[in-house]
């Protein structure tokens, strides 16, 4: 099972860029799905989160500037970025709770990355 994560740049502040990560293998159900973040020298962070059901949260930070979604069909997941701050420059990781065929319990699944970098 694979996690990959594609959409990042350089943009500059108050543009909007749009991530993407789709996971592929043998994949019998996906849970939760989220897009994590980790700035130099910061711990990696929550930004988002949906379940299956489509219920979602947010980081304060990004609250009313990003929207997260899925489509199950695809088995990925989308964060749609708008007023892109300087602040927001991170590596962007997406994460999914996955049952992979043949396995008995849900496990954690990390995509490689993608830089997004906000220019002042």
């Known amino acids: 099972v694979q996690l990959q994560a594609s959409g990042g740049g350089l943009v500059q502040a108050g543009e909007s860029l749009r991530l993407s990560c789709s996971a592929s293998g043998p994949i019998f159900s996906i849970d939760a799905m989220s897009w994590y973040r980790q700035a130099p020298g910061k711990q990696r962070e929550l930004v988002a989160s949906?379940?299956?059901?489509?219920?979602?949260k947010y980081a304060d930070s990004v609250k009313g500037r990003f929207t997260i979604s899925r489509d199950n069909a695809k088995d990925t997941v989308y964060l749609q970025m708008n007023g892109l701050k300087p602040e927001d420059t991170a590596v962007y990781y997406c994460?999914?709770?996955?049952?992979?065929?043949?396995?008995?319990?849900?496990?954690?699944?990390w995509g490689q990355g993608t830089q997004v970098t906000v220019s002042s």
């Open positions: 949906i379940s299956k059901k489509e219920s979602t």
């Open positions: 994460n999914a709770d996955l049952l992979h065929v043949g396995a008995t319990w849900f496990n954690e699944y």
